[in-house]
């Protein structure tokens, strides 16, 4: 039985677990196991065991609020990636409400805006401030159902508009010389799955063999990384042809000497010497280059942008629409095909289709306007 089932044994639902609960059982949670060393320990836990310990050690004030919401996210099957954010921002907000004279106890807005003016000094960008302040703002709205907090402190919160960024795809030329300089099987398949399925770097790790239909020549992921969604995607032929050459009889996919997972290290290490090796290293693309590719060839390629959401997991559509604003070339088409059946008296081979999808989020920024207004005679 794993550490995690055995942890758990006792624990009410994680869905409505209470942190009165966690707050009562925590010493019995946060003994570590008599297996705690072994490798079979889960990174959630591993997670949640540092974050605990550093914030014991710093003997901060607000320190055992911050290891008790930690718990509460560890119960309720959070992800790593957001216990490790949360023990991150709970640690370093706490260090700097206590250098400068104050504690999470008597916490004002005037603190969280000088702690985001501080992150903003250190030169952190403003995306990844706005996730420090969400983050930080759950923390605090955790203290207030604690009634740590007065009500007060989340009625006004401070807000950073985020900047808009187009995803960044890498043009036609370079994917061939990104392709051509790839230098083993394992190399090949990995790079081409992200391209041509649009996974996340994460998923694509966490994809194990028995997750790979490949007489339908598609994955089936079974929990998204950010949502927490399930869907399959798809591999093309050149992706299906690479990871035959590549697939052995292991647990995950992709693996290292020890036969683990794959770390994101050592899958970030494969694209950037291949992108050395193909000249591309000043053009600065990552690994998510390879999904943003991806999305931008299916828009371009006459994709629905509703059916390209589901591939590619967001939970919502405006955040696909971001790829469209790349799409140049799909924009000059549409016009010469609409123009086309304008000048031709409106015949069309093609039905014209209307995606509710996108209705919907035209009619909420009123993009589009009722024409029911009564016209003068």
């Known amino acids: 039985m794993t550490e995690a089932i055995r942890i758990q044994k006792d624990v009410p639902t994680a869905n409505w677990v209470s942190n009165s609960w966690i707050r009562q059982n925590r010493s019995q949670l946060i003994r570590p196991s008599p297996h705690s060393q072994l490798k079979s320990r889960t990174s959630k836990r591993k997670t949640l065991d540092r974050f605990s310990g550093r914030l014991t050690v710093s003997a901060l004030p607000g320190a055992e609020l911050a290891i008790e919401y930690l718990y509460s996210k560890y119960i309720k099957n959070l992800s790593v990636h957001s216990i490790r954010q949360t023990g991150g921002v709970a640690l370093s907000f706490l260090k700097f409400l206590h250098d400068s004279g104050t504690t999470i106890l008597t916490l004002t807005r005037r603190d969280v805006g000088s702690f985001v003016e501080y992150e903003q000094d250190r030169g952190l960008r403003p995306v990844s401030i706005i996730g420090y302040l969400r983050a930080l703002y759950a923390f605090v709205a955790y203290l ?6 007065p009500q007060e402190i989340m009625r006004r919160k401070i807000r950073i508009k985020e900047p808009e960024t187009l995803p960044k795809a890498i043009p036609q030329e370079d994917i061939q010389l990104l392709l051509d300089a ?87 290490g494969v694209m950037r010497k291949t992108m050395e090796r193909a000249g591309l290293v000043h053009k600065k693309y990552s690994l998510h280059s390879l999904r943003h590719t991806f999305a931008t060839d299916m828009i371009n390629a006459g994709m ?17 629409m971001q790829y469209a604003k790349l799409s140049s070339k799909t924009r000059e088409q549409d016009y010469f095909r609409a123009m086309q ?36 005679e």
């Open 182 to 268: 790839i230098a083993s099987v394992r190399d090949r398949a990995l790079i081409l799955l992200l391209l041509r399925t649009g996974m996340r770097i994460g998923e694509l790790l966490e994809t194990q063999i028995n997750d790979i239909v490949m007489s339908d020549r598609k994955i089936l992921i079974y929990l998204g990384s950010k949502n927490y969604q399930g869907r399959a995607v798809y591999f093309s032929e050149d992706a299906e042809h690479a990871l035959k050459h590549w697939l052995r009889t292991k647990r995950y996919l992709f693996y290292g000497p020890t036969l683990e997972r794959l770390s994101y290290s050592t899958a970030w």
């Open 341 to 376: 059946i304008i000048e031709h008296g409106g015949n069309c081979d093609e039905p014209y289709r209307v995606s509710n999808a996108l209705q919907k989020v035209f009619e909420e920024k009123k993009l589009l306007q009722p024409h029911d207004k009564k016209l003068p």
């Open 304 to 320: 629905r942008v509703e059916v390209l959401q589901q591939l590619l997991g967001h939970k919502s559509i405006e955040m696909t």
């Open 144 to 149: 207030v159902e604690e009634e740590v907090l």
